[in-house]
């Protein structure tokens, strides 16, 4: 079994896609945990609206490769463009990253992150993790 710490964002109906990628994602593995939601401005300019940002940790038999690619599928699924060098400079449905890979769900949640608002998330949540 693969564990993750997956990041979820969204600035266009988040209400609406945060739930529905979680959603999706239980059909991809087995989710183990979640945090609260952060809202927060968004980093850059160009975007319109507040971001919703949220970590969770997947366990899956999948590998890397084998999630990223059902991530993008989700990611079309929920609206978001395809993959072109401007997408990220424009607002989303719904962003899904793989942060970390590891051994453990505990492991996952031992990692810096690089976006100050996936850092903020990590530094204030407390998982339970059985």
């Known amino acids: 079994m693969n564990y993750f710490l ?6 266009i109906e988040p209400e609406v896609h945060m739930p529905a990628a979680i959603k999706a994602l239980q059909n991809v ?8 939601i952060l809202v927060n401005p968004p980093c850059g300019q160009g975007f319109d609206g507040l971001f ?9 038999p999948l ?9 993008e599928q989700i990611e ?6 395809p993959k072109t060098p401007q997408r990220k400079f ?3 449905t719904i962003d899904i990253d793989i942060l970390n890979q590891q051994a453990s769900a505990q492991q996952c949640l031992k ?5 100050s608002y996936n850092q ?7 998982p339970a993790i059985q």
């Open 63 to 71: 590998t890397a490769a084998e999630l990223k690619y059902q991530l």
């Open 120 to 126: 903020t998330i990590m530094d204030s949540w407390t």
């Open 29 to 36: 593995g087995h989710l183990i945990t979640q945090s609260e």
């Open 90 to 92: 424009n607002n989303r």
């Open 76 to 81: 079309i699924a929920l609206g978001r463009e």
């Open 6 to 11: 997956i990041g979820l964002g969204s600035n």
């Open 111 to 115: 990692v810096e992150l690089k976006d």
């Open 52 to 60: 919703h940002n949220q970590l969770l940790v997947l366990s899956t």
